[in-house]
């Protein structure tokens, strides 16, 4: 018998409509387009507005996407892992409302929590499920309302992060394509410069935190950038070495878009051309969970069966990582 590997077969992708651009950040704080486009290459991101409508709701409509592109029966789906930074609550699974409310009847759900990294984390867990013959079809949802957790008083975090939600579906392959390797780290030295320091159990929720606007992230931006630059460039290095691909064996860059200098920097060190990076931080900005499989919505048209991708991301914690990927299908 061949070998089983986990291919991803299927893409969804939901953003809300509502654009904000960096115009009307420009109103909100001291900051301007010039700035905010040169130092991080965003134009506009996606907000989710409306009242009572956290991540699960983009993470149902990125999943429903997925099922009506494929005709795929809910009730066939094992599992749902829902990657995400920004819960619907601290307790209670978002998975497992989104499972059941997209009719996964037959599945089992929890969330996965690694910051900007949590996609990535969770195909290597969605991977490792189809990989040991234990389960057919994982549901991989990476979905974050980042609005709700960014404070927009502050220059320095509201203009990178935007609403999103992306899903694939991972099943058993038997042709060799899907999950090749991984390469994945962590260093809790992180957690000092990219935090929401309020509202887990290390500091509780309290009118003091409220007053103090613990419950919005915080990061020392310089130095995440440090820290991000060298580690997904050595990552991306690390897992092209390891698995001898060349930048010409490379078709396709995944990078997690948390800053065009970084992708840059990362592409760079790969010695990969520009026409092969996905990017599309310009229109959302950095979607933490949903980065990667926005990417993949957006490029699925132009992917072929064979190529070769290489995930790699960085985030709080710290978190990070490479994943080298053989797409399954052409669309
Ligand atoms: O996805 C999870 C991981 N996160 C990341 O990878 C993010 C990593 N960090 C970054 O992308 C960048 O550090 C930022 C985009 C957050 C900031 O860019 P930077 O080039 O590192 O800027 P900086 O923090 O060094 O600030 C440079 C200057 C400062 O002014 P002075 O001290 O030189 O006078 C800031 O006060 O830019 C100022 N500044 C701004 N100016 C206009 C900071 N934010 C803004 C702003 N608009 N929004």
């Known amino acids: 018998m061949s070998k089983i590997t986990a291919a991803i077969t299927a893409v969804g992708s939901y953003v809300p409509d509502f654009v904000m651009t960096n115009k009307i950040l420009e109103t ?36 429903e996407q997925l099922l009506s592109k494929r005709k795929l029966d809910p009730k066939e789906i094992d599992m749902v892992i829902v990657a995400t930074a920004t819960p619907d609550m601290m307790v209670a699974a978002t998975a497992a409302y989104v499972a059941s409310e997209i009719g996964a009847e037959n599945a ?153 200098r970084i992708i840059d920097a990362t592409s760079n060190r790969m010695g990969v051309e520009d026409s092969k990076v996905m990017m599309n931080i310009q229109k959302y900005g950095n979607t933490t969970s949903a980065t990667l499989p926005l990417l993949l919505s957006d490029y699925e048209n132009q992917l072929k069966k064979g190529d070769n991708l290489v995930f790699a991301a960085f985030g709080g914690g710290f978190t990070w990582g490479s994943i080298y990927l053989k797409w399954a299908y052409n669309s």
Not at 35 to 40: H, L, N, P, S, V
Not at 172 to 197: A, C, H, V, W
């Open 28 to 63: 909100l704080v001291d900051t301007n387009d010039e700035w905010i486009t040169t130092r991080t290459g965003i134009k506009e991101r996606r907000i989710l507005k409306g009242e009572g409508l956290g991540t699960s709701y983009l993470a149902i409509k990125a999943a």
């Open 108 to 260: 089992f759900a929890y969330d996965l929590q690694a910051a900007c990294s949590s996609f990535l984390y969770g195909m290597s867990t969605a991977a490792s499920y189809i990989q040991s013959g234990r389960y057919k079809k994982v549901l991989l949802i990476g979905a974050d309302k980042m609005s709700s957790i960014i404070d927009y008083t502050d220059r320095t975090t509201c203009i990178i992060f935007g609403d999103g939600a992306g899903a694939v579906l991972f099943e058993p392959d038997t042709e060799g394509l899907g999950l090749q390797d991984e390469y994945l780290r962590s260093d809790g030295i992180g957690r000092n410069f990219l935090k929401m320091d309020a509202g887990g159990s290390l500091l509780p929720a309290s009118e003091e935190t409220v007053k103090n606007r613990q419950h919005f992230i915080y990061q020392d931006g310089k130095s995440v950038f440090k820290f991000a630059v060298t580690n997904m460039a050595n990552a991306a290095a690390k897992i092209m070495e390891r698995n001898n691909l060349t930048h010409e064996d490379v078709n396709w860059l995944v990078p997690h878009q948390a800053n065009k």
